[in-house]
C-alpha cells in the first residue's frame, strides 16, 4: 500500500505558473502509473495528465484543455511526481488530485487547492 502526499498549491494570477508534487512513500513510484486530476466545485474529477508506470509503454498523457501548458514528469531521487503549469487560467481553478494505479489498486492523496484570479 502507498500513501500520496500533495503539495505546491496556491493562488496564481492568470498566466502565470505553480508547480504540483505528489510524494510517493511505501514503494517506489515508477510501478504505478501516476496521474494528476481535479475536480472544480459542482463539477466531476476529471482527468488532467498520467504517467505510465515502468511496465507500461502508454507514456505521457494530457487531457486536451491542458495541452500545450502543462507537464507531468517524475522525479526519481524525491520518489515523486511533478506538474508543471503553465499559462494557467482561470478555469483551472481546482482541487488537484495525486493518483496512483498498478491494475490492482487505486490511491488518492488528500488533494491540492489551485486558485487562478485576478
Known amino acids: 500500500q502507498v500513501q500520496l502526499a500533495e503539495s505546491g498549491g496556491g493562488l496564481v494570477q492568470p498566466g502565470g505558473s505553480l508547480r504540483l508534487s505528489c510524494v510517493v512513500s511505501g514503494r517506489s513510484s515508477i510501478l504505478y502509473t501516476m496521474g494528476w486530476y481535479r475536480q472544480a466545485p459542482g463539477q466531476q474529477r476529471e482527468f488532467v495528465a498520467s504517467a505510465a508506470s515502468v511496465t507500461s509503454r502508454t507514456g505521457l498523457v494530457y487531457a486536451d484543455s491542458v495541452k500545450g501548458r502543462f507537464t507531468i514528469s517524475r522525479d526519481g531521487a524525491k520518489n515523486s511526481v511533478e506538474l508543471q503549469m503553465n499559462n494557467l487560467k482561470p478555469e483551472d481553478t481546482a482541487v488537484y488530485y495525486c493518483?496512483?494505479?498498478?491494475?490492482?489498486?487505486?490511491?488518492w492523496g488528500q488533494g491540492t487547492q489551485v486558485t487562478v484570479s485576478s
Open positions: 493518483n496512483a494505479q498498478d491494475g490492482r489498486s487505486s490511491t
